[in-house]
C-alpha cells in the first residue's frame, strides 16, 4: 500500500487542526464537568426521636440539590451509624423521589447514635449531615401509641375536630396543634402569657371545651417547693376557629383569684377540705392533704357551672379517701367578667382511693375520669380508668386499670367516644417529664434538644 503525502503547508494546516480539535473536545469536557455544582442536602431536623417497635415514628425531610443537575439522578443514603446498638444502616429507609426524600428509622435498641446522611451527585461529588436520632424503649401496646414530640410534660388535651387537639404543657405555657394519628412535631403553637400578664409558668393541668372556647386551669397550688407563685393561680380561655390542622386560638380572657375563692369558701364551710392549711406557704402540693386541680369539665348539660377534679386532697385526707370534685356554678361569668366563683355542693367520688388526674365528658354526658396517685412518685403507681354519668348520687364505674410498666404517668384523656359502642376507644396522654426516656439518667424535661422530648399518647378500647 503507497502512503500518501500532502504537500508540506497543507500537512502543515491538517496537524494544527487536529491540535485544535482535540483542545476544544478537552475543553468541552472539563466544561461539562465544571458545569456541576458541589451538591446539596438539608435535614428538615438535626434531631430525631423514635421508640423500639413504634408504630408512626416521625421522619426527617431531605431537602437535595445539584447544580446543572436533575436532583431526580441524586441519591440519598445514611453510611455509617455511631452506634449499631440503637439502629444499623440497614435499619434505615430513605424513600422519596426528586429533590424531596424522607429518613425513616427502625429502632432496634435504646440509646443515641449519629447517623450519617449522604448525597451523591451526578459527578460523583458528594456531601454529608449528620442526624441525632434517640431511641425509646418499647413500650406495651406499640401499635396503639404515637409520641407528641416537642415537650414531654403533657398535661391537658382538648380535641379540635379533623383528628387533631391541642395538648397543654405543665413546664411552659404552650400550647401545641397535633395530629393525634402520626407521631411527630407539634403543626401549630400557641403561647398567650403576654396576654394573661404572666412570665411564669401557669402549670396548666386541666382543660375543657365548650361551643367554640376552650377553658384552661392551672394547677391553683404551690409549686414542689411548696412556694406561692401567682401565675399557677390562672384559668383562662381560648377562642377556636377553624378545625383540624386548620385549627386557629385566639386569646378570650382570664381569671386569677380561683384558688383564693376557694380557700374562702372551705373556710366558711368548716374548713371540711382543708384548702387554707393546703395553700400554706411550704405545703408541698402533691401530699394526701395538699391542694392541686388537675381536672376540668363542665356538668351534664351546663354550660356554666365546671367541676374542678382535684389530684389533692382527698376527702378525707387519708389512704381509702375519696376524690373531689367542686362545682363552680358560675365558670362562664368567672373567667368571661372577672366574677367572684361561686361553689355548688362539693362531689365525693369513690376511685379507689385515687384522685382525679383528668375528666372529660362527650355530648352525650358520659365522662372518663383518669384516675392516679396524689403523689408526686407516680409513675409507677396504680392507675385507673373509669366511666360515670355526671350525677353527684351515682358512682363511678372501673372500666380498665392502665398500664405502669412503662415510662410517664395517663394525664389526659382527648375525647369521650359512644361508651355504649363495643370497641369503642379513647385516647390518652402521658407525662413524661420526669421519665428517662433514653436510659442516660436524664429526665426528659431536661433534654437538650426539643426534638428529643416526648409525651406518648395510647388509644385504649373501652366501649360496650
Known sequence: MQDYLLPRGRRTLAVASGVLALAVTGLGSQARAASYGTPTLSLSAAYLSGAVGASGDPVVKVTVAQSGADAGALTVTVTKSSKTSVATTADVTVTGTGASRQVAVAARGRGYTDLTVKVTGVDGNTATKTLHYAASAAVQQAADSRYFTGSSDASAAVDVGGGYAVVADDESNTLRLYDRSVSGAPVKTWDFSSNIGVSKEIDIEGATRVGDTIYWTGSLGNNKDGAYKSARNTVFTTKVSGSGAATVLSYGGS????????????????????????????????????????????????????????????????????????????????????????????????????????????????????????????????????????????????????????????????DVPDLTVPGARAQLITDDGSADLYGDGTEAKDLTHPEWKKSRATWFTIGG
Do not use: C
Not at 258 to 281: K, N, Q, S
Not at 333 to 347: D, E, L
Not at 365 to 379: F, K, R
Open 255 to 414: 381569671y386569677g383569684k380561683l384558688r383564693d375563692d376557694l380557700v374562702a369558701w372551705d373556710e366558711a364551710h368548716g374548713d371540711r377540705y382543708g384548702f387554707a392549711a393546703g395553700t400554706a406557704d411550704g405545703q408541698v402540693p402533691k401530699q394526701i392533704d395538699g391542694f392541686n386541680v388537675e381536672g376540668l369539665e363542665f356538668a351534664p348539660g351546663s354550660t356554666t357551672t365546671a367541676y374542678l377534679g382535684f389530684r389533692a386532697p382527698l376527702a378525707p385526707a387519708v389512704a381509702d379517701g375519696k376524690a373531689l370534685l367542686v362545682p363552680v356554678t358560675n365558670m362562664d361569668k368567672v373567667v368571661g367578667s372577672g366574677a367572684t366563683a361561686v361553689f355548688g355542693t362539693p362531689i365525693e367520688l369513690d376511685l379507689g382511693g385515687l384522685s382525679v388526674r383528668d375528666l372529660r365528658k362527650n355530648a352525650a354526658n358520659q365522662y372518663l375520669i383518669v384516675a392516679g396517685s396524689w403523689a408526686a412518685d407516680d409513675n409507677s403507681d396504680p392507675y385507673a380508668l373509669y366511666s360515670w354519668d355526671g350525677d353527684p348520687a351515682h358512682a363511678p364505674v372501673k372500666r380498665l386499670d392502665l398500664p405502669t410498666s412503662d415510662p410517664g404517668g395517663w394525664e389526659s384523656v382527648v
